[in-house]
């Protein structure tokens, strides 16, 4: 995966799971627990990663990632939110969460493009598993299991990869290999139309996948 879903949450669940919260992981925290941080802006999507905070969030519906375990919550839960900046406040202890709202752009017939759905491309050591999807996102979580490989493919979808777990992963594109080190709460874009191929070089890797539709 490079620098580059079945049970669907209420808004009372999504609230609860925003309220409930709780302590940063060690080490983890790449945003501010007084503002929400921008980690990622284009046309299609904007990407933010928090310790607790909505101060900054613009108001609009996204997809509301825990990265780490807590009272109330568990690593990898994912769920929809039809206004996340209306949502109540956390309390003063805030776990890292990663807040992904798909811009409102003009739905056009898209240029046509092979590719391929998140878990679809050839793959060995890797598992996917739905989580939800609504007519803006299609939600996966995923894991890269020490030494797997994802053959090379296309990609049919702007998919966004949250990282849950963090770790190395290989990445080959455009004829050039790099390795890429993510740790928890790392947001990656992977656009429509790009290929690549990938190899987890380190430990198991986890991570939630967040496929845009046109």
Do not use: C
């Not at 807040?99 to 092979?114: G, S």
């Amino acid at each position: 995966m490079r620098r580059s879903l079945t049970a669907a949450a209420s808004v009372a669940t999504s609230t609860l799971l925003l309220a409930a919260l709780t302590q940063t992981p060690t080490g983890a925290v790449r945003g501010g627990r007084d503002q929400a941080t921008v980690v990622l802006d284009n046309m299609r999507v904007r990407a933010y990663r928090t310790a607790g905070s909505l101060i900054g969030v613009e108001p609009g519906p996204g997809v509301v990632v825990s990265i780490a375990d807590g009272p109330g919550r568990r690593m990898g839960t994912a769920v929809w939110m039809d206004d996340v900046a209306s949502s109540p406040q956390p309390g003063a202890d805030r776990g890292l969460t990663v807040i992904i709202q798909p811009r409102r752009v003009p739905r056009v017939p898209p240029d046509p493009v092979q590719g391929t759905k998140p878990g679809d491309s050839p793959f060995t050591g890797m598992s996917f598993n739905a989580l939800f999807d609504n007519d803006q996102v299609s939600v996966l979580r995923a894991r890269m299991e020490i030494g797997a490989r994802e053959g090379f493919h296309t990609h049919g979808s702007d998919t966004l990869v949250v990282h849950l777990s963090g770790g190395e992963i290989e990445d080959t594109a455009d004829g050039q290999t790099k390795v890429n080190r993510w740790v928890p709460g790392d947001v990656e874009f992977e656009a429509r139309g790009s290929s690549h191929s990938a190899r987890n070089i380190g430990k198991a890797v986890d991570v939630v996948l967040v496929a845009l539709k046109p």
